[in-house]
């Protein structure tokens, strides 16, 4: 939100069927070119993903993440902008790399993120 009623649009990728989630965090921690480590119910769903993946233009966090409360949930960049405007991540919230940097420039930690579901139209 920019105040006097406008906000900032960005395009996203969302959870896939089963993956969807509602409710109110905080962002907890923002990092620049994240390492990747991904969550052990990941793991469990597709054993062939790397166990770890350090930060740089090939890690599928893209270049930055919004940390969201305890939960293994993030807003994050993505390398593969073709994805946007689909339903197909395990419930993190994916943005082209130029607008998730400018979102991580403009929300400090502490800002309250709210999730929730659009009805079916």
């Known amino acids: ?3 006097g009623g406008r906000a900032i ?4 990728r969302v959870g896939r069927e089963g993956f969807t989630w509602t409710g109110v ?3 907890t921690k923002k990092t620049e070119w994240p390492d990747w480590f991904p969550p052990t119910e990941m793991i469990e769903r597709q054993p062939y993903l790397p166990r770890f993946m350090a930060g740089g233009p090939g890690n599928p966090l893209g270049a930055r993440a919004l940390y969201l409360g305890e939960t293994v949930y993030r807003i994050h960049g993505t390398n593969q902008p073709q994805t946007i405007g689909q339903s197909v991540s395990s419930g ?3 943005l082209v ?3 998730v940097i400018d979102l991580f420039d403009r929300v ?3 800002t309250k993120v709210v999730v929730r579901q659009t009805p079916e139209m």
């Open 1 to 3: 939100m920019l105040g």
């Open 9 to 12: 649009r960005y395009g996203v």
């Open 25 to 27: 965090q905080k962002i």
């Open 92 to 94: 993190c919230f994916r």
């Open 97 to 99: 790399n130029p607008d």
């Open 108 to 110: 400090p930690v502490g």
